[in-house]
């Protein structure tokens, strides 16, 4: 079937299915653990069979929703962390697990690339740039899958995978930046901290300046123009060359922790009450517009997925080999720096959205012809399903630990009044 062939009504019927799908998808997942994710890429795959669509034509598709999903991911996330004195250290600790997770993933997947296509032109810089979209942890798919969780672990996987995904980004643009013409960014390490600096500072700015305009907006209307503000900033840092991510995430973690950043004089210009009515709305519409984008992503990544791509023993070998160094560096990161109870935490390292997204930003200049995208899929598919099975597992463990407990009940011992001989024997001992 040609796309170009259906008439509105039945474009208006899909559109709507695929939504009406996924919202079971998403029911199924909770009860099942299995990502919903993984159910659209099925349904996108399935749909192939029905619907043909050159790959030229969905790549375009695939960059504006993946866009818009990582900024409203990263802005979901960003309004659920609640920035806490007690929480500073466990924020610390998910950051740094997710840097040097990031960086030593990185480093054994370039090396890897580089050991098989050496020999088809790949030198260990385009070797980096490949590597960094596949060591990026998937916010896409943990937040959605680790509502189960215990809180700790819960709030554990928001930060390490919310900081996986924006110090992913900024490491892939500063390692394009390199290759001269074909990168946004040169200067080297030092120009590019600079870079970062500056898009903090103003974030600050922006952050600021939103609120307080925002808050004396009577219109019922303005929460859409602030997503379309927040867009604008995003895509205007983009053509600045700034890492116009920083500025989705500072403004959710400003406006989430009011009382925190309006302090003093600034205090004095919120006015608490409609901010948190902007907040509160905020944090629905990014809720209900990422999952409408996350699941036209996915089921269009499907779509143009081509299956052929995995039938090679070299992209099984390559992909084996990736996924073994992800979960043996998961491990010895994990192991001393949250001790022993790594379970499911260790195997909850899906890839997803964002490599994929990265993967169709690889600059010209550090393409290798040579490389099979079914490495990607085989990772992404891979890791989801070593997740699926872990949180299956720890879900089966807590049920059967549950039920252990509620068949041993607290015992019960009838009181009995003492006796006026066993309280005048007593008394004795005592002297």
């Known amino acids: 079937m040609d796309l170009s062939n259906l008439s509105t009504e039945m474009i208006l019927i899909a559109v709507s299915a695929i939504i009406i799908i996924s919202f079971f998808f998403g029911e199924m997942s909770r009860k099942t653990n299995i990502p919903s994710v993984l159910m659209l890429i ?13 790959q030229a034509t969905l790549k375009p598709i695939l960059g504006l929703l993946g866009t818009v999903g990582l900024i409203m991911i990263v802005l979901e996330a960003a309004l659920e962390l609640e920035l806490k004195r007690e929480k500073y250290i466990p924020i610390a600790k998910a950051m740094a697990i997710a840097l040097v997770g990031l960086l030593a993933s990185i480093y054994v997947a370039a090396e890897i690339l580089y050991y098989f296509y050496a020999s088809d032109g790949m030198t260990m810089e385009k070797a980096w740039i490949y590597a960094t979209p596949l060591s990026i942890l998937s916010s896409a798919i943990i937040i959605p899958s680790v509502t189960a969780l215990n809180p700790i672990k819960k709030e554990f996987h928001i930060y390490e995978s919310t900081f996986s995904d924006i110090l992913g980004i900024i490491v892939f643009y500063y390692l394009t930046g390199q290759l001269g013409d074909a990168g946004d960014h040169g200067g080297g390490l030092v120009g590019y901290g600079g870079n970062v600096l500056l898009t903090i500072v103003v974030s600050f700015i922006a952050s600021y300046l939103i609120i307080l305009i925002f808050q004396n907006i009577r219109s019922h209307t303005k929460l859409f123009l602030l997503i379309a503000v927040l867009l604008l900033l995003y895509g205007v840092g983009k053509e600045m060359h700034l890492s116009a991510l920083i500025v989705i995430l500072i403004f959710g973690l400003i406006i989430a922790n009011m009382k925190l950043f309006f302090k003093g004089p600034l205090g004095r210009w919120l006015q608490l009450e409609k901010a948190n009515h902007i907040y509160e709305g905020l944090h629905v519409i990014t809720m209900e517009t990422a999952f409408v984008v996350r699941t036209f992503f996915f089921v269009i990544f499907g779509l143009s997925i081509n299956l052929l ?19 043996i560096i998961r491990y010895l990161i994990l192991r001393p720096s949250i001790g022993e109870d790594i379970n499911p935490q260790l195997y909850i390292a899906p890839r997803g959205l964002i490599t994929i997204l990265l993967f169709y930003k690889i600059p010209e200049a550090a393409k290798v012809e040579a490389f099979n995208s079914g490495i990607l899929l085989f990772i992404i598919i891979g890791t989801s399903l ?18 252990k407990a509620e068949g041993q009940p607290i015992g019960s011992e009838r009181w009995k009044a003492p006796s006026i001989s066993e309280i005048t024997n007593n008394q004795g001992d005592k002297h």
Do not use: W
């Not at 090679?312 to 080999?321: N, Q, W």
């Not at 070593?386 to 039920?403: E, F, N, P, Y």
């Open 386 to 403: 070593i997740m699926t099975v872990a949180m299956i597992l720890d879900k089966q463990k807590t049920g059967i630990a549950i039920k």
């Open 42 to 54: 099925a349904f996108g795959v399935f749909c192939q069979l029905f619907v043909k669509i050159e």
């Open 309 to 327: 791509s995995l039938n090679s023993l070299t992209v099984a070998i390559i992909s084996g080999l990736i996924i073994a160094s992800i979960y």
